[in-house]
């Protein structure tokens, strides 16, 4: 709770806050961004632990895509878990299919 009031706090301090009209929200994730060539992926199709843990931070790479929530990158049991543990979140990820 404190964490999210620091936040709000700093959004107003910054004019971050939206007072306007009200926007629709969106949901993205990260994807291995297969336009890298040196992407090292797992039979999955994510990145394999060496390459995900060994880059290196301020290289200027675009490592991942962000990609809109969807049923290709998340799973059903991931959209069951937010459900379950983030209900109001849920309801407006779902508002976007």
Do not use: C
Not at 39 to 52: A, C, E, H, R
């Amino acid at each position: 709770m404190e964490t999210a009031k620091e936040a709000f706090v700093a959004l107003r301090a910054k004019q971050l806050t939206n007072v306007g009209a009200k926007q629709k929200n969106q949901f993205y994730i990260t994807i291995p961004n297969l336009a890298l060539g040196e992407v090292k992926l797992q039979p999955d199709g994510w990145f394999t632990y060496t390459y995900k843990y060994g880059r290196v931070a301020g290289a200027n790479k675009q490592y991942v895509s962000y990609v809109p929530f969807d049923h290709k990158n998340i799973s059903d049991a991931s959209y069951s878990r937010f459900k379950l543990v983030l209900p109001n979140a849920y309801r407006e990820i779902v508002k976007t299919f």
